[in-house]
């Protein structure tokens, strides 16, 4: 099983819809959970963080963690092309390791 | 420094060739992580360092990978007798704790010839 699993996508949505990524977690422990967007040929930036259970909110998007079921979700509310990368969900495990998914590419369409 | 710093930007080496790459973190961060992503792929971990320690050296794919840390701040990256396969883009990564937000440098894209 691996650490951290998200849909490898292509996610297609439409302009200014709502876009929907998940991510589950293996590590029943890890306790910091972050989102970041890389665009092709560049490094990961960090989006969202988020630390204890419930919605997280920050412009666009929504940052969703349930502890109990291992579960993060990222919400991204009126997706512009711009929004169009691939997202990656982060979960620090034990010992401080950060593990990253595989990322979910995000496509919005005009 | 104001974020994280990787060196070179760019590597061209011949196979067989040692190569070292340099990660300077943002002052102040304990953490520090380096990554290597190939074209199209995700994130693959290769080592965590806390401090000067290296708890996690799981992900290093073989004895042609080293990496040391010195005086809590840069980090180097060897790898010894290079081969195609390590084609591939190096990225670091530094946080505060291990336990809070991670930010990356611009990566050092690695190609072996």
């Known amino acids: 099983q691996k650490e951290v699993e998200?849909?490898?996508?292509?996610?297609?949505?439409?302009?200014?819809?709502?876009?929907?990524?998940?991510?589950?977690?293996?590590?029943?422990g890890s306790q910091s959970f972050f989102w970041y967007r890389q665009y092709s040929g560049k490094s990961p930036e960090l989006i969202m963080f988020i630390y204890s259970n419930g919605d997280k909110e920050d412009g666009?998007?929504?940052?969703?963690?349930?502890?109990?079921?291992?579960?993060?979700?990222?919400?991204?509310?009126?997706?512009?092309?711009?929004d169009s990368a691939t997202y990656l969900c982060a979960v620090v495990v034990s010992w401080g390791k950060l593990q990253f998914g595989a990322g979910t590419q995000v496509v919005v369409t005009p | 420094?104001?974020?994280?710093?990787q060196s070179p930007s760019n590597k061209v080496t011949e196979k067989?060739?040692?190569?070292?790459?340099?990660?300077?973190?943002?002052?102040?961060h304990t953490a520090l992580y380096w990554?290597?992503?190939?074209l199209g792929q995700g994130l693959e971990f290769l080592i965590y360092f806390q401090g000067n320690s290296a708890p996690d050296k799981s992900g290093l794919p073989s004895d042609r990978f080293s990496?040391?840390?010195?005086?809590?701040?840069?980090?180097?990256l060897t790898i010894q007798r290079t081969?195609?396969?390590?084609?591939?883009?190096?990225?670091?990564?530094?946080?505060?704790?291990?336990?809070?937000?991670?930010?990356?440098?611009?990566?050092?894209?690695?190609?072996?010839?």
């Not at chain 2, 040391?68 to 840069?74: A, N, Q």
């Open chain 2, 83 to 113: 081969q195609q396969e390590d084609s591939a883009v190096y990225l670091c990564a530094s946080s505060f704790d291990g336990n809070t937000e991670a930010f990356f440098g611009q990566g050092t894209r690695l190609t072996v010839v």
């Open chain 2, 1 to 5: 420094g104001a974020g994280v710093s």
């Open chain 2, 67 to 76: 990496a040391e840390r010195t005086g809590g701040s840069v980090s180097t």
């Open chain 2, 16 to 28: 067989g060739k040692d190569v070292e790459l340099r990660c300077d973190p943002i002052s102040g």
């Open chain 2, 35 to 38: 990554y290597r992503q190939s």
């Open chain 1, 6 to 28: 998200q849909n490898s996508g292509p996610l297609s949505v439409p302009e200014g819809a709502i876009a929907s990524l998940n991510c589950t977690y293996s590590d029943r």
């Open chain 1, 60 to 82: 666009r998007f929504t940052a969703q963690l349930n502890k109990a079921s291992q579960y993060v979700s990222l919400l991204i509310r009126d997706s512009q092309p711009s």
